[in-house]
């Protein structure tokens, strides 16, 4: 059966990463979580006194350091997935904390990390058989994907998802701290200069405010086995 490129896009805390994976470890195909790859620049930005007392990021000396940043992923034989590694230092736990997530969206902005990783992106997936999740992925990294899904939820639902999660990672947050983050990204994300989040005209949107998992899920893996088929 011939192999295809999935693109996945849309807001943050929609479920993007965890429905990719499942997909394509039900489909046997690789699953590229590219948000871990702007969030690990982020980090890499953080740990160097990028960003100051006052939450400015110092774009520039960022865009000076990029030669330094080297990515990949690592297969946890533990887990069945892959982590992120930042300069060959396993940083998956880190990436996901509040204080990445507060800064991630500004770092995504910039056009020169942009390049740098949409060009990591498409080096992965030329031979197609990929699940690829992020924000500009069937607009600007796949824009010939054979299948191309948008998701999104509302403001609330998305903050109440991360919030639990964020709870159980022993973090201490507020709800009103995690739905104030999820409103900025969404606003940066949407009018950035640079591969703003936008729903490709090609891409089938899925609202999953009121609908489980399971639900999405089937839902989704029977649609792409019939694109996947039509491709044979």
Known sequence: MGKITIAIDGY???????????LAAALGYIYVD??????????????????????????????DKLPEVNLKFVPNTETGRSDMFLNDENVEQEIRSMRVSGFVSPVAAIKEVREKLVKIQQEMGKDKGIVMDGRDIGTVVFPDAELKLFM??????????RYKELLEKGEEVTYAEVLKNVEERDRIDSTRTISP???????????????????????IHEFAKRVIAKHA
């Open 152 to 161: 999104t939820a509302s403001p609330e639902t998305r903050a109440a998802r």
């Open 12 to 22: 943050s805390s929609t479920g993007k990463s965890t429905i990719a994976k499942r």
């Open 34 to 63: 590219t948000g871990a790859m702007y969030r690990a620049v982020t980090l890499f930005a953080l740990n160097h006194g990028f960003v100051n007392e006052k939450g400015e990021l110092d774009s520039a000396a960022l865009i």
């Open 197 to 219: 989040l936008t729903k490709s005209k090609d891409a089938i949107e899925f609202d999953n405010s009121d609908m489980g998992l399971e639900e999405q899920f089937e839902r």
